[in-house]
């Protein structure tokens, strides 16, 4: 008769567990047999002791099965794409309709933004009407007709992540590993995506701070994937500065909007076809250079704008913020961001202004707390940008002048200036691994 002390024990010495000793456990949990003192104590020895690549294939099967699973006819070829999380992260928005418009089947499963990373869904839901919640039924139907849906986890969609995942958002266990891959895959594979691109982000405002780190993630995404039949490749993508210039919810969806209507903004440009050209090879196994082709085609003639607009539309948002995005929420005052050094910006700490965000409401750091869709911060520049004293590098958006201020502040206290140019601008993408050269 198995025991939960006893496979909280094993675990805690860092033996490895078999499939029915974390079947158990976990099931037992999700059940309402295992309390959740034992289930924290349990995620505890994994954050110290790991887990074995087997085991933490495992763990994301006992994730899969412990709900309902997805599928879609193989000939689609559905592709989805997974960001680990930063500041400004809104490629969902820009990369997915481009590559619905190309002929890509996207069933995406999303998250909220906790602590000082964004999330696609709040962002989405900043446009008045959007329904992030359908039936498995629905869901499927929406991307076999229009090749692209975003939706939230449902109680049906592995529920045994989403319970467990809410126990380690309160007990210090979310940066664990084996937790993370298990998280992060199970979802992807019972969405129905047969094939993933994640795009791992390295840096200050990111989890993962250090390309090591980043790697050894990537090692264990592409191992999980392959051991459920699906194609994973990693771009490894700089999270040094926010990503473009807006930051909080209705903002980056105005900003993702000028994207697609063609406004050039260099890191969104970069990540969203880097990412797009690995989505589309891994669909129908083309060139690099005919993926590109395809994607500035869809972008210049229109067609990925008016998928954006569909996907609005099929999920009961207002059209009409494309050609007006003043229907966007928005704040009442809009205090300045004066600079008051001199020189060439060397960091940026975008993990404070992630968090400082939350000051203003266009971040949150209970996955219940309240948003303020309209608040938010514009930021102009990026590591190696000059700036002069006096100069306006950004702007706050917000309810509050107290609170608007105590960022400006905070923004002002995150960058890092040096009076000379002491390196050259790095580019936005580190690296690929892809089917192809893995």
């Known amino acids: ?43 505890m020895a994994i954050f110290f002791k790991g887990m074995s690549k087997q085991e933490i294939v495992n763990l994301t099967r006992i994730y899969v099965e412990s709900g309902s ?3 879609f006819p193989k000939e689609l070829k559905t592709v989805d794409k997974h960001s680990t999380g930063g500041v400004g992260d809104k490629i969902t928005m820009t990369l997915a309709p481009i590559v619905a418009a190309c002929g890509g089947y996207i069933p995406m499963i999303s998250g909220r933004g906790l602590g000082h990373t964004g999330g696609t869904l709040d962002k989405l839901e900043s446009i008045p009407g959007f329904n992030t919640f359908m039936t498995e039924a629905v869901f499927k139907e929406k991307v076999l007709n229009h090749k692209l849906a975003i939706i939230a986890q449902s109680a ?37 995506s047969q094939n993933l691109v994640i795009d791992l982000k390295v840096g200050s405002g990111a989890f993962m701070k250090t390309l090591q780190e980043a790697e050894k993630l990537a090692d264990l995404l592409v191992f999980i994937g392959e051991s459920f039949g699906q194609k994973v490749s990693i771009v490894f993508t ?29 890191d969104i440009d970069k990540i969203t076809k880097t990412l797009a050209v690995e989505m589309l090879k891994l669909c129908f196994s083309i060139s690099e250079a005919q993926c590109v082709l395809k994607i500035n085609e869809v972008i210049n003639n229109g ?4 998928k954006f607009e569909e996907l609005v539309s099929i999920q009961g948002g207002d059209p009409n913020i494309v050609r007006n995005t003043s229907i966007l929420p928005s ?37 219940d707390s309240p948003l303020d869709m309209g608040s938010g ?41 040096s009076e000379t140019k002491v390196f050259e601008k790095k580019d936005v993408i580190i690296g690929i691994r892809n089917v192809l050269n893995q």
Do not use: W
């Open 331 to 367: 704040s009442k005052i809009i205090l300045n961001i004066v600079s008051n050094q001199k020189g060439y910006v060397i960091n940026i700490n975008s993990q404070q202004i992630g968090y400082s965000l939350i000051k203003i409401g266009a971040g949150r750091t209970k996955l």
């Open 69 to 71: 699973k997805i599928d």
């Open 303 to 306: 067609t990925a704008l008016k």
């Open 377 to 417: 911060v514009y930021f102009y520049k990026k590591i190696g940008d000059f700036i002069e004293v006096g100069e306006i590098i950004g702007e706050v958006h917000c309810a509050s002048e107290k609170a608007g201020n105590e960022v400006v502040q905070d923004i002002l206290n995150a960058i890092n200036i």
């Open 156 to 192: 049906d969609i592995v529920p045994a992540d989403k319970k467990i995942y809410a126990l380690r958002d309160v007990t210090a266990t979310v940066e664990s590993l084996p937790l993370i891959c298990a998280s992060i895959m199970s979802k992807k594979i019972a969405e129905g």
């Open 238 to 266: 700089r999270m040094d500065s926010p990503i473009g210039y807006a930051i909080g919810n209705a903002l980056e969806i105005k900003e993702c909007i000028e994207y697609l209507q063609g406004k050039i903004i260099p």
């Open 1 to 43: 008769m198995l025991n939960p002390v006893e496979i909280i024990l094993k675990k805690r010495i860092g033996n490895e567990l078999t499939l029915e000793e974390m079947f158990f456990i976990v099931n037992n949990y999700i059940n309402g047999n295992v309390p959740d003192y034992q289930m924290s104590a349990f995620l």
